[in-house]
């Protein structure tokens, strides 16, 4: 099983700051296979980011994904405040597919 | 406008049984790639159960493996979860989700969930 790591587990910014959260795998991971979604206290998860850097579709171009070797980064350039949520990387490569355990970006 | 609408949640005993269902509407239901999720209370979130669009391949967590089924129903553009000797730490907000592709099994589509209370 494929073990995502998310750090940090909780991050405190302001609106307009820039927020990088990170998803470490524990195996090799194919880009193709990352996705990010945003979920809202009471709400569903939403697909933010899939393949690694590709945007779902009505996803603010504030939002971006990259990777390097095991470890990928979601960057939201300029905090909205809609954007104060948890955040969740997911591997689809392999089953089982796996979450990390989450990163809540909050307002500081 | 898609839409994805759990229902079959509730209370249920140590042991006992629920059939989840998930009804959906707004897209090509049977061209896409399904999955169950579940959240426990105040905790992150767990995949739970796939299922291919025409339903020739399913794959389990281990958490569940033996004792929750899915199975699919094209034709009622419903996607189910038979869900067996229910345990309390079975008790969360359980979503149905997909995506369009067939190949890369992310989950563009979600369902609000359904709540599963298991008691002991």
């Known amino acids: 099983e494929i073990v995502l790591t998310q750090s940090p587990g909780t991050l405190s910014l302001s609106p307009g700051e820039r927020a990088t959260l990170s998803c470490r795998a524990s195996q090799s991971v194919s880009s193709a296979y990352l996705a990010w979604y945003q979920q809202k206290p009471g709400q569903a998860p939403r697909l933010l980011i899939y393949g690694a850097s590709s945007r779902a579709t009505g996803i603010p171009d504030r939002f971006s994904g990259s990777e390097s070797g095991t470890d990928f980064t979601l960057t939201i350039s300029r905090l909205e405040p809609e954007d104060f949520a948890v955040y969740y990387c997911q591997q689809y490569g392999s089953s089982p597919w796996t979450f990390g355990q989450g990163t809540t970006v909050e307002i500081k | 406008q898609v839409q994805l609408v759990e229902s079959g949640g509730g209370v249920v005993q140590s042991g006992g049984s629920l059939r989840l269902s998930c009804a959906v509407s707004g897209f090509t239901f049977s061209s896409y790639a399904m999955h169950w999720v579940r959240q426990a209370p105040g905790k992150g979130l767990e995949w739970l159960a796939f299922i291919r669009y025409d339903g020739s391949n399913k794959y389990y967590a281990d958490s569940v493996k033996g004792r929750f089924t899915i199975s699919r129903d094209n034709s009622k553009n419903t996607l189910y979860l038979q869900m067996n000797s229910l345990r309390p730490e079975d008790t969360a907000v359980y979503y149905c989700?997909?995506?369009?592709?067939?190949?890369?099994?992310?989950?563009?589509?979600w369902g609000k969930g359904t709540t599963v209370t298991v008691s002991s």
């Open positions: 989700a997909g995506g369009w592709s067939d190949y890369y099994y992310y989950m563009d589509v």
